[in-house]
Nanobody, 121 residues
Framework: QVQLVESGGGLVQPGGSLRLSCAASGSIFRINDMGWYRQAPGNQRELVASITRGGIVHYADSVRYRVTISRDNARNTVWLQMNSLRPEDTALYYC???????????????WGQGTLVTVSS
């Protein structure tokens, strides 16, 4: 069993910053890609940022230059530093990871429960 536990969401004023954390635990042999998605009311879930095990990153155009994704493979943890937040960044943010439970197991997708980010004055 694998769990992804997010933290760090909250209410912040426009222009402010937040740092989201996601720690994976349980039956983990290897974690491939990790990332953050978000879903605002009435919208589809969208990719915010992703990072490979080797550290190659990808950002959505809407957040590029305002967010930084990072990870610690030894701690099975990924972070999302968000700066210059805007009201349109308000959403439920989900952690995502591709996790193999054993050396010969296929990596499966796992999701966190979501952490709410609200940007409002």
């Amino acid at each position: 069993q694998v769990q992804l536990v997010e933290s760090g969401g909250g209410l912040v004023q426009p222009g402010g910053s937040l740092r989201l954390s996601c720690a994976a635990s349980g039956s983990i042999f290897r974690i491939n890609d990790m990332g953050w998605y978000r879903q605002a009311p009435g919208n589809q879930r969208e990719l915010v940022a992703s990072i490979t095990r080797g550290g190659i990153v990808h950002y959505a155009d809407s957040v590029r230059y305002r967010v930084t994704i990072s990870r610690d493979n030894a701690r099975n943890t990924v972070w999302l530093q968000m700066n210059s937040l805007r009201p349109e960044d308000t959403a439920l943010y989900y952690c995502h990871a591709e996790i193999a439970a054993a050396w010969n197991a296929r990596a499966l997708e796992h999701w966190g429960q979501g952490t709410l980010v609200t940007v409002s004055s």
